[in-house]
C-alpha cells in the first residue's frame, strides 16, 4: 500500500481535517490564556497597583486692586494682590490630616494649609496675597502633601 492508496481510500483526508481541528485547538487555547493574562495584569494594576486618589482639588485665581486713599499721594496705578483659592475634598474612606498646597504663583512659591479633612468632607483654603507686577497672573499646583 502506498500514499496514493491511502488518499484515495479517504485515510489522508480524515488524518488532514482532524490534524486541522487539533491545531485549531491549540491556537484558541493559547489566545483564551493570552486574553486571560491580560485581563488580569489589567486587573492586578487597576485594583493592586495604581494609585488612588485621595484628594480632589478645585482651585482658581483670585486678584483684588488696592487703591490709594491718600489725597496727597502722586496719581499713581493701584497696587494688585493675588491668591490661589478653592476647596478641596477628601474622596478616600479615610481621614486625611496635614494637607500642605504648594503653588506657584507668577514663578513665586506661596502655600495653603489644612490640618484634617474626614471622609467626603469639603473644605476651602487660600494661600498668601502676593503683589503683582505683571497683569496676566498664572499658577499651578507644584506639590500637594498629606498624611
Known amino acids: 500500500m502506498n500514499f496514493d492508496d491511502l488518499t484515495s481510500s479517504g485515510f489522508g483526508e480524515i488524518f488532514a481535517i482532524r490534524f486541522g481541528y487539533y491545531q485549531r485547538r491549540i491556537t484558541l487555547k ?11 495584569g489589567y486587573f492586578a ?7 488612588k486618589t485621595v ?32 476647596t478641596v475634598k477628601n474622596v478616600s474612606d479615610k481621614t486625611v490630616t496635614n494637607i500642605l498646597l ?11 494649609r489644612i490640618d484634617r479633612l474626614e ?25 500637594m502633601s498629606y498624611e
Open 55 to 86: 484628594l480632589e482639588i478645585n482651585a482658581d485665581k483670585s486678584v483684588t486692586t488696592q487703591h490709594s486713599m491718600d489725597v496727597d499721594a502722586p496719581a499713581l496705578a493701584p497696587a494688585k494682590f493675588a491668591s490661589v483659592q478653592g
Open 119 to 143: 471622609p467626603g468632607e469639603t473644605k476651602y483654603f487660600a494661600t498668601q496675597s502676593l503683589r503683582m507686577t505683571h497683569v496676566e497672573v498664572t499658577f499651578f499646583l507644584e506639590e
Open 30 to 40: 493559547k489566545l483564551l490564556i493570552f486574553i486571560l493574562l491580560v485581563a488580569g
Open 45 to 51: 494594576y487597576e485594583y493592586l497597583i495604581k494609585e
Open 102 to 112: 504648594k503653588y506657584k504663583l507668577n514663578a513665586k512659591p506661596v502655600e495653603a
